[in-house]
């Protein structure tokens, strides 16, 4: 999962397994989620989003779901590939609905 | 295509010297933000755009200015930049306010 630190957190999986990566968020009146892809050298990629009046939402490879009751919202991607390498991140709405605010970022590392 | 284009992709350059990075979208999108890139930090927000001429201040403003004089542009200025602004610069933009962001492909400043 996320954390602060200079050092992010790391998960490590073999390719053609299931990854899950975590995020706690901080804000229980966020009502828009979004998970980010950033590979190196690039910027951030849209993944998927979910609003708060679903739990689950599924996308090609990829599902996110959300526990509003314990603000917890967690990406799934099934069968993992070497080109999903890279820092994830997620981000909800903040109060004032004019910006996003992002998690550290959890790196994931796909080997052979 | 659609997208955010940023430039220059990479800029050094010295304390106290103007400098602006420009930020254009192909999307007709009304939301346009500049966030930066620490490590350990992750991505902050510096300043945000609801719609032509009108801005406003994100989380760490301090240092730098912005414009939206057309839909399209949002350039971000530094009128005297330090060597704490040396980052990695993000510009986004979205059809409105709290949808997904789309974001360009980074600018990395030092600062000398």
């Known amino acids: 999962g996320e954390s602060v630190g200079l050092h992010l957190p790391t998960l490590s999986v073999q390719e053609g397994d299931n990854s899950i990566i975590n995020c706690a968020y901080s804000n229980s009146a966020s009502d828009y989620f979004i998970w980010y892809k950033q590979e190196s050298g690039k910027g951030p990629q849209f993944i998927i989003d979910?609003?708060?009046?679903?739990d689950k939402r599924q996308g090609q490879r990829v599902t996110v779901l959300l526990n509003k009751t314990v603000k917890h919202l967690s990406l799934q991607i099934a069968a993992t590939q070497p080109g999903d390498s890279a820092v994830y991140f997620c981000a909800e709405n903040k109060n004032s609905g004019y910006a996003l605010n992002f998690g550290k970022g959890t790196s994931l590392l796909v080997t052979p | 295509e659609a997208q955010v284009t940023q430039n220059p992709r990479y800029l050094i350059t010295v304390t106290g010297k103007k400098l602006t990075v420009t930020c254009s979208q192909n999307m007709n999108h009304e939301y346009m933000s500049w966030y930066r890139q620490d490590p350990g930090l992750g991505l902050r927000q510096i300043y945000y755009?609801?719609?032509?001429?009108?801005?406003d201040k994100g989380d760490v403003p301090e240092g730098y200015k912005v414009s939206r004089k057309e839909k399209r542009n949002f350039p971000l200025i530094l009128e005297s930049p330090s060597p704490n602004q040396t980052s990695l610069y993000f510009c986004a933009s979205s059809p409105r306010a709290n949808e997904k962001l789309f974001f360009g492909s980074g600018t990395q400043l030092s600062v000398l």
């Open positions: 979910i609003r708060s009046n679903m």
């Open positions: 755009s609801m719609n032509v001429e009108v801005t």
